[in-house]
């Protein structure tokens, strides 16, 4: 115990893909990091066979999501040479396999001296396991799993990175696990649903209802056809026939839940995406009425002990080996289509001390903790067509992804489809600070188990932007241990210039990048609402009708070395901000 940092500046629970980059950004700005992780590997889900990375808009997030991505290609470049099949399946980064995004956020944390990554530590969620001093969140105690002591650190700010938002329930956050009625924030596809894949209007059932009821898990299992890297499927102990009997009538009648054509072969157990290597990333097929999620049983997830949710993900994990068993073996389908699903396997050089099976369940949605900003499906949507969804001027990150949602219950009778499955088209928007702000604790962000409605929540739970979260909450956590204001008094300008000097994207253009000289100061007129437009047109001449426009917000004069009509409007941008900043 005594070479382990009982004291440090900044704590993160959870070597989620969030709590990472919260560790690797706190780090690069000078904090002391302690990095706690109840598993032996690091990486959460992507590391964990979600190797198609989920947005909507390339471009809409940067930062560390950006630079995780940029050394995921720079990684098959290498290994393969440029005109590799590899680099074509890692689709510029955003496609990889399991062990190589473990790899990348491995490096990451390396090189952070600053950073001490300690593994089998759990923390259980029970308020006798925070300290808190004056009212104020201080530190933690988690269990070695190796040697079941007791250890407790010490920290300036903490940060939740898990997916459970377990440290924020017992510091005494409130939260919400349910899924709100549709009369509530009048948000579409909320509460009770059933609409087949594809349509545009709900079907019988659907009563907008809420239930305390949270969206299935699965495991994104990594599947290859390659021989000599297949390991084939096995039975597994506890299999039983009955739970996957009606397969058999769907692929023999073709019913599914959206219209046109019905999968085919293994496409009726898994949706898949290609991954370098002859591997694939596969998901719940949202076609089937039987697939790799497992709803329902998953209730009690967020708010359980670890001993329970081992317990589920040992049956999650049995149900999965079932299913595909059953779909290989059983004789009651098809010759062909055995055929077809027999030819899939584990990909037998991953996850090698896990039986070549995924090591993390898939938690999708755990407790969200409310915060200064209930981030609804509202904050997703555009304001009028053609718009964009609210800005929020405040934004810590871009983000672009559907409302999406899998199913909160299993086959019934006479529906369409799943309750609760949906995914409903949004515009790249902004996410405010005060998702990650929780209330009644001080010292503590949560950039994972962020604030949100459950139809909000579906949005902003994809990796990118929990990762450019988990980038904001370290960000500002240095700025808090460094300046000594609180992380909820912290000044916001502070935090929006240090995540643009990081080359984070607060709100997304069509039309310009980070890389863009004078970004910087066009995120900063766009975070006052000057620039509305989807594009900057940064090269083209300032008009004399903006140009006063901008100034006028400011508070300054033209600057003399601006000429409308003839000086670029990004030039003259960054020259507006530039002088009145000097005059702040």
């Known amino acids: 115990m005594e070479d382990l940092p009982l004291t440090c500046d900044v704590i993160v629970l959870g070597a989620t893909p969030g709590g990472i980059m919260a560790a690797v950004a706190?780090?690069?700005?000078?904090?002391?990091?302690?990095?706690?992780?109840?598993?032996?590997?690091?990486?959460?889900?992507?590391?964990?066979?979600?190797?198609?990375?989920?947005?909507?808009?390339?471009?809409?997030?940067?930062?560390?999501?950006?630079?995780?991505?940029?050394?995921?290609?720079?990684?098959?470049?290498?290994?393969?040479?440029?005109?590799?099949?590899?680099?074509?399946?890692?689709?510029?980064?955003?496609?990889?396999?399991?062990?190589?995004?473990?790899?990348?956020?491995?490096?990451?944390?390396a090189e952070q001296p600053r950073i001490t990554v300690l593994r089998?530590?759990?923390?259980?969620?029970?308020?006798?396991?925070?300290?808190?001093?004056?009212?104020?969140?201080?530190?933690?105690?988690?269990?070695?799993?190796?040697?079941?002591?007791?250890?407790?650190?010490?920290?300036?700010?903490?940060?939740?990175?898990?997916?459970?938002?377990?440290?924020?329930?017992?510091?005494?956050?409130?939260?919400?696990?349910?899924?709100?009625?549709?009369?509530?924030?009048?948000?579409?596809?909320?509460?009770?649903?059933?609409?087949?894949?594809?349509?545009?209007?709900?079907?019988?059932?659907?009563?907008?209802?809420?239930?305390?009821?949270?969206?299935?898990?699965?495991?994104?299992l990594c599947l290859t056809t390659r021989e000599g890297n297949k390991r084939p499927i096995t039975k597994p102990a506890t299999y039983r026939r009955e739970e996957y009997l009606s397969l058999i009538d769907d692929v023999a009648t073709g019913h599914h839940t959206g219209s046109g054509n019905p999968p085919s072969g293994i496409g009726w157990l898994t949706n898949m995406v290609t991954l370098p290597n002859g591997k694939t990333d596969s998901n719940n097929q949202?076609?089937?009425?039987?697939?790799?999620?497992?709803?329902?049983?998953?209730?009690?997830?967020?708010?359980?002990?670890?001993?329970?949710?081992?317990?589920f993900a040992r049956r999650l994990h049995d149900y999965?080996?079932?299913?595909?068993?059953?779909?290989?073996?059983?004789?009651?389908?098809?010759?062909?289509?055995?055929?077809?699903?027999?030819?899939?396997?584990?990909?037998?050089?991953?996850?090698?001390?896990?039986?070549?099976?995924?090591?993390?369940?898939?938690?999708?949605?755990?407790?969200?903790?409310?915060?200064?900003?209930?981030?609804?499906?509202?904050?997703?949507l555009p304001t009028a067509p053609g718009r964009r969804p609210p800005l929020h001027a405040d934004s810590i990150t871009a983000s672009h992804y559907a409302l999406d949602s899998h199913a909160h219950h299993k086959r019934e009778a006479g529906r369409v489809g799943l309750d609760g499955f949906f995914s409903y088209g949004t515009a790249p928007y902004t996410v405010p600070y005060g998702v990650m702000l929780p209330r009644r604790a001080e010292n503590l962000l949560t950039p994972v188990p962020v604030s949100g409605t459950h139809v909000g929540f579906s949005t902003l739970r994809m990796e990118p932007c929990w990762m450019a979260m988990g980038q904001a909450a370290g960000t500002a956590a240095a700025l808090s241990v460094q300046s000594g204001h609180s992380v909820r008094d912290l000044d916001r300008g502070w935090l929006r210039d240090a995540l643009l000097r990081d080359g984070a994207v607060l709100v997304y253009f069509r039309d310009a990048t980070p890389s863009h000289g004078q970004f910087q100061a066009l995120q900063k007129l766009a975070l006052r609402g000057l620039i509305a437009d989807w594009n900057a047109r940064l090269a083209e001449p300032v008009t004399r009708e903006d140009l006063a426009k901008w100034c006028a917000a400011l508070g300054i004069a033209p600057p003399a070395d601006v000429t409308p009509g003839k000086s670029a409007r990004g030039e003259a941008m960054a020259a507006v901000v530039a002088l009145a900043e000097r005059r702040a």
């Not at 949202?286 to 317990?311: K, V």
């Open 26 to 109: 706190a780090a690069r700005r000078g904090c002391s990091v302690l990095l706690l992780e109840r598993t032996a590997h690091v990486g959460g889900l992507p590391a964990n066979g979600l190797g198609a990375t989920d947005i909507g808009t390339r471009g809409a997030t940067g930062g560390l999501f950006l630079e995780f991505v940029g050394r995921i290609k720079a990684h098959y470049v290498k290994a393969y040479g440029a005109a590799s099949a590899q680099v074509k399946d890692c689709s510029d980064g955003y496609h990889f396999e399991p062990s190589v995004a473990e790899g990348v956020f491995e490096a990451m944390l």
């Open 120 to 220: 089998r530590r759990q923390f259980d969620s029970a308020p006798a396991n925070v300290v808190i001093e004056h009212g104020q969140l201080r530190g933690l105690t988690v269990t070695d799993l190796a040697s079941g002591q007791p250890e407790t650190y010490l920290a300036q700010v903490l940060i939740d990175g898990t997916y459970e938002g377990d440290l924020a329930a017992a510091a005494g956050c409130p939260f919400e696990t349910r899924r709100e009625s549709a009369n509530e924030y009048r948000e579409p596809r909320a509460g009770v649903l059933y609409i087949g894949w594809g349509a545009k209007e709900p079907g019988a059932g659907s009563t907008g209802a809420g239930s305390d009821t949270i969206q299935a898990f699965n495991y994104r």
């Open 286 to 311: 949202h076609l089937a009425f039987l697939s790799t999620d497992l709803p329902e049983e998953n209730y009690p997830w967020p708010t359980a002990s670890w001993a329970w949710r081992d317990e």
């Open 320 to 380: 999965t080996l079932g299913l595909l068993w059953f779909a290989q073996n059983d004789a009651a389908l098809p010759e062909a289509f055995r055929r077809a699903c027999a030819a899939w396997g584990l990909a037998a050089d991953e996850y090698v001390d896990n039986d070549n099976f995924p090591r993390q369940v898939y938690v999708r949605e755990g407790r969200r903790v409310l915060g200064e900003h209930l981030f609804t499906a509202h904050d997703a």
